[in-house]
């Protein structure tokens, strides 16, 4: 699965090129492709975004972040999930509930659902396949209790499970705390342990190189899954609406990774010289306490200070 994402795409591009009367549609995927984000910027977005999140968790704003703000800004994150998916708020994620949230997450995830109906797809084809079901096992994984529901406790045992896992790789100094270089060093370890783990899947025979038959399978099977992924009929055939539609899918997946900076932001002010007011409504926000010291219909006001009596 991971050396079909590190090549799938690649060759998903190359497909969409060479698919003939693609060049009728040029001018309006031209016009798509120039309304994304550029390199530079869609890396901004991401940088953003994590800058974000860290900020997130840090809750004492010290710079850090410590191993239990890192665990409490999972619960946050896991925890909505489990809402999300607790449709009938007992406190546990039962397999109906769990297939409820699964089918709303493809529905508004195309390209993911093309990708879990191609890996279904290839299992039902090879019953004999060892290879477990990815979604399966992160729930017998979560399900320790073997009692075929997620409880919230088992889920917080996992957080902190994975927490302290990364802690002990990404903490290199060993002060109990994660600095935002830190946080960039894991990151780029991370991509540097996939594209090992991608090196080693496909170096079949263990010796350290890959071969030309190894490259050759490296990229024919990443390739068939995007052919099946492109062929949304399944009738062997990629026709011009399906390859326009799963551009279009692409293209909109692309662009939900942007950050929109809105126009009343401070940035934004300072560079067009308005106000607050004058880009977007300011709302007015009473306090608690405001409504105290207002008169009730027809009860006079107690606290106003009485004129005095005229002599």
Same mark, same amino acid.
């Given at each position: 699965?991971?050396?079909?994402?590190?090549?799938?795409?690649?060759?998903?591009?190359?497909?969409?090129?060479?698919?003939?009367?693609?060049?009728?549609?040029?001018?309006?995927?031209?016009?798509? #492709?120039?309304?994304?984000?550029?390199?530079?910027?869609? #890396?901004?977005?991401?940088?953003?975004?994590?800058?974000?999140?860290?900020?997130?968790?840090?809750?004492?704003?010290?710079?850090?972040?410590?191993?239990?703000?890192?665990?409490?800004?999972?619960?946050?994150?896991?925890?909505?999930?489990?809402?999300?998916?607790?449709?009938?708020?007992?406190?546990?994620?039962?397999?109906?509930?769990?297939?409820?949230?699964?089918?709303?997450?493809?529905?508004?995830?195309?390209?993911?659902?093309?990708?879990?109906?191609?890996?279904?797809?290839?299992?039902?084809?090879?019953?004999?396949?060892?290879?477990?079901?990815?979604?399966?096992?992160?729930?017998?994984?979560?399900?320790?209790?073997?009692?075929?529901?997620?409880?919230?406790?088992?889920?917080?045992?996992?957080?902190?499970?994975?927490?302290?896992?990364?802690?002990?790789?990404?903490?290199?100094?060993?002060?109990?705390?994660?600095?935002?270089?830190?946080?960039?060093?894991?990151?780029?370890?991370?991509?540097?342990?996939?594209?090992?783990?991608?090196?080693?899947?496909?170096?079949?025979?263990?010796?350290?190189?890959?071969?030309?038959?190894?490259?050759?399978?490296?990229?024919?099977?990443?390739?068939?899954?995007?052919?099946?992924?492109?062929?949304?009929?399944?009738?062997?055939?990629?026709?011009?609406?399906?390859?326009?539609?799963?551009?279009?899918?692409?293209?909109?997946?692309?662009?939900?990774?942007?950050?929109?900076?809105?126009?009343?932001?401070?940035?934004?002010?300072?560079?067009?010289?308005?106000?607050?007011?004058?880009?977007?409504?300011?709302?007015?926000?009473?306090?608690?306490?405001?409504?105290?010291?207002?008169?009730?219909?027809?009860?006079?006001?107690?606290?106003?200070?009485?004129?005095?009596?005229?002599?």
């Amino acid at each position: 699965m991971r050396t079909d994402t590190r090549f799938g795409i690649c060759v998903l591009a190359l497909g969409l090129m060479a698919i003939p009367g693609a060049g009728r549609a040029q001018e309006h995927r031209d016009q798509d #492709l120039r309304s994304l984000p550029s390199p530079m910027e869609a #890396l901004r977005n991401l940088q953003n975004t994590g800058r974000i999140l860290f900020m997130m968790a840090d809750a004492n704003h010290n710079g850090q972040i410590s191993q239990k703000e890192a665990i409490d800004a999972n619960n946050r994150l896991v925890g909505g999930f489990f809402f999300q998916a607790d449709a009938d708020g007992n406190g546990a994620v039962s397999e109906e509930e769990m297939r409820t949230l699964r089918e709303a997450y493809l529905n508004d995830n195309p390209w993911v659902r093309y990708v879990v109906d191609a890996i279904e797809a290839q299992q039902k084809n090879q019953p004999s396949s060892n290879q477990p079901n990815p979604l399966l096992g992160i729930t017998a994984l979560i399900d320790t209790n073997n009692d075929k529901q997620i409880q919230a406790q088992e889920l917080r045992q996992l957080v902190q499970s994975l927490t302290q896992s990364y802690f002990a790789a990404a903490d290199t100094n060993r002060d109990d705390q994660i600095s935002p270089s830190e946080a960039n060093a894991s990151v780029l370890g991370g991509v540097r342990a996939l594209a090992q783990a991608v090196f080693q899947q496909a170096d079949s025979d263990n010796n350290g190189q890959l071969s030309r038959a190894e490259y050759d399978k490296a990229v024919i099977e990443p390739a068939n899954v995007v052919f099946r992924i492109l062929d949304s009929n399944h009738d062997g055939q990629i026709s011009q609406q399906e390859a326009e539609e799963t551009e279009r899918t692409i293209v909109t997946q692309i662009r939900k990774l942007q950050l929109v900076e809105p126009a009343n932001s401070l940035t934004n002010l300072i560079e067009s010289g308005k106000l607050p007011s004058e880009v977007a409504p300011v709302p007015t926000f009473s306090t608690p306490n405001a409504g105290q010291n207002r008169s009730q219909p027809g009860q006079p006001n107690q606290k106003r200070s009485q004129p005095a009596p005229r002599r």
